[in-house]
C-alpha cells in the first residue's frame, strides 16, 4: 500500500513527540523514568532520545535528558507545521 511508510514515519513522529513533551514537563528525566510515564518499550524511547538529541531537541545530561531552546521553538512552530502538512494531504486527496 502506497501510504503504508508515510503512516509509519506518522506514528514514529508521534512517538518523538510524545517523549519529547515527556522530558519538557520532567526534565532532567531518563529512559526508564520516560518508558514508564510514556508507556513506550525501553528501546522505542531510547532511539526517540537519539533522534531528538541529533536534530538538537535534547542533550543528556548526568540526571537524564534535558531540552535545549531549540526543542521550545520547536514545539512552538508544531501546530503551524502540522497544519501545512495536513492542507497538502488534503489537496494531494482532491
Known amino acids: 500500500m502506497l501510504t503504508k511508510k ?4 506518522l ?9 519529547l513533551k515527556a522530558v519538557i514537563r520532567g526534565e532532567p528525566i531518563g529512559i526508564l523514568k520516560l518508558a514508564e ?8 524511547v531510547r532511539y526517540s532520545l537519539r533522534v531528538l538529541e541529533q536534530e538538537g531537541l535534547i542533550e543528556p545530561s548526568l540526571r537524564g535528558a534535558v ?5 521550545k521553538k520547536f514545539i512552538a ?3 503551524s507545521d502540522i497544519e501545512r502538512l495536513d492542507k497538502k494531504l488534503n489537496q494531494i486527496y482532491q
Open 6 to 9: 508515510l503512516e509509519h514515519e
Open 77 to 79: 512552530c508544531l501546530k
Open 37 to 44: 510515564e510514556t508507556e513506550f518499550p525501553k528501546h522505542k
Open 11 to 19: 506514528n514514529m513522529l508521534e512517538r518523538h513527540i510524545l517523549v
Open 67 to 71: 531540552v535545549t531552546d531549540k526543542a
